[in-house]
């Protein structure tokens, strides 16, 4: 068996259980194999032993009391994965299905992403099995002191820096710096996402929608293409999803869907992005609530978002939330381009498919590095304190996914997998990181 694959598989038996790190490392691993194994010096450096096994993983309690006065307890976690090329950096997830599998598959997946936008930031990762929904504004703010209560002793502005992902948006990340201020008697950038009144930087909000924007734009244009007069259907109707939607009207796409957890709405007119920021942002609503506002929208309960005709899917709510069906689908409906603003939302055989049909497949590490690009484009206003205009950050943040767009398309030709971009995205982020794993020795 060749090294990489020895790799795999003993990573595999050694972390039994955690279905999704697996898939993580099953793609990453396979599209690299033909890479490493063809240049012994990795194995001889033992590179890929040590990138699947993370440097420190901490696991914590996390008690907080609700409005009836009970005391409940959550898991914390914080996987600070690899720092060979900066501080571990990544957001915090709160979901209830969130467990050591989620979080270890996205500080691996951040390792990559983070190397791919070409800034100085390692790979982490953390969150809780909270349940956000339905929470007061004291439950949250209770449970996000609580949290940092233990996590403020293993991060820092040079050591580990998190930031946002589902569940966390500016509300809880406020709490959370609050409460490391106080604790450490510091005010430093340890974390981004931050509001603009204490060092948040401008067009964070937008960044990972809009770069992923920009990701399919720059792909479409060297394919002689553009997002003018295109149909896009957005899944998830959170952060990624909303500034997805804006920035893909800005480009004279029509976007007609969107989801969350419970079912979607399609609006034949064209998605009002005013009405679902009134449900989703300012009333913590469903997306259901939208043909309240707009009668022509027709919404549906459950899964399906994919068998809704488009030429543009731009998944953006969840792991493993478009399958090999729903590929199929997608196929059949004429779509020519899946960009993917989530983490691994396409599963395995569903990212086959579109490999196999010739799809203009964008994997989420490159499509949607613009939103930790943009933190680290926070650090360094931070570092300077400076704070930059939106357009500053903005032109940067399209510089940023264009040059992603470039090296991930290179790496791919150059492996002899033209237009493979999950190809040329994994080369392209692990030679960086293994170059600077071997320069600093057996660490
Ligand atoms: P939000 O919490 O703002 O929104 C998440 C959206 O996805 C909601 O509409 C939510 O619906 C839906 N969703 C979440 N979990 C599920 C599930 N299990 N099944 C179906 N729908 C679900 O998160 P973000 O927009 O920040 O994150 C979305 C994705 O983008 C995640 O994969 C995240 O890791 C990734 N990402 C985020 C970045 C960022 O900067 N925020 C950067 C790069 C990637 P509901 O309200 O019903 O739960
Ligand atoms: O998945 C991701 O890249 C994020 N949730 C953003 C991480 C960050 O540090 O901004």
């Not at 919404?299 to 939330?321: H, M, R, S, V």
């Amino acid at each position: 068996m060749s090294y990489t694959m020895n790799v795999l598989q003993k990573a595999k038996e050694r972390n039994p259980n955690e279905p999704e790190f697996h898939q993580a490392m099953t793609e990453i691993l396979t599209t690299l194999q033909p890479f490493v194994d063809a240049r012994p010096e990795y194995e001889n450096a033992g590179i890929l032993e040590r990138l699947v096994e993370p440097e420190r993983i901490l696991m914590f309690r996390v008690p907080w009391v609700d409005d009836n006065g009970k005391i409940r307890v959550n898991k914390g976690y914080r996987v600070q994965f690899n720092s060979a090329i900066g501080p571990y950096k990544g957001g915090i997830r709160f979901h209830p299905s969130v467990c050591l599998s989620i979080i270890k598959f996205l500080g691996f997946e951040q390792i990559f992403k983070n190397s791919l936008t070409g800034q100085p930031i390692g790979g982490g990762k953390g969150g809780a099995d909270f349940d956000p929904k339905g929470k007061s504004d004291r439950e949250i703010m209770a449970f996000c002191q609580s949290f940092m209560t233990e996590l403020f002793r293993h991060i820092g502005s040079d050591t580990d820096v998190p930031a946002g992902d589902i569940g966390v948006g500016g509300r809880e990340v406020g709490y959370m710096y609050g409460q490391y201020k106080r604790l450490t008697n510091r005010f430093e950038g340890v974390f981004t996402g931050k509001g603009l009144t204490y060092g948040g930087s401008l067009a964070r909000t937008e960044a990972t929608g809009y770069g992923l924007v920009y990701f399919t734009d720059e792909m479409l244009r060297q394919h002689g293409d553009s997002l003018k007069d295109k149909t896009a259907v957005v899944s998830g109707s959170g952060n990624v999803a909303i500034y997805a939607t804006k920035k893909a009207q800005q480009l004279g796409s029509k976007v007609v869907a969107l989801s969350d957890s419970n079912g979607y709405i399609y609006d034949v007119d064209g998605i009002d992005l005013a009405v679902v920021k009134e449900i989703k942002d300012v009333r913590r609503g469903r997306i259901s609530e939208y043909k309240n506002y707009k009668p022509n929208a027709v919404y549906t309960e459950g899964k399906g978002i994919w068998n809704i005709k488009c030429d543009i899917a731009l998944p953006c709510a969840t792991q493993n939330e478009l399958n090999e069906n729903d590929a199929e689908a997608l196929v059949n409906n004429g779509c020519i381009a899946v960009c993917e603003g989530a983490n691994m939302p396409s599963t395995l055989e569903a990212t086959e498919v579109f490999l196999r049909n010739k799809i203009l497949f964008a994997p989420g590490k490159a499509a949607n590095a613009g939103g930790v690009a943009t933190s680290a484009l926070e650090m360094c206003q931070n570092s300077m304190r400076t704070s930059w205009t939106f357009d500053e950050v903005d032109q940067k943040l399209k510089g940023i996914m264009v040059n992603i767009y470039n090296n991930v398309s290179s790496a791919a030709k150059e492996a002899g997998h033209e237009d493979n971009f999950v190809v040329g995205a994994n080369i392209a982020g692990f030679k960086k990181i293994a170059a600077a794993m071997m320069a600093q020795g057996a660490v």
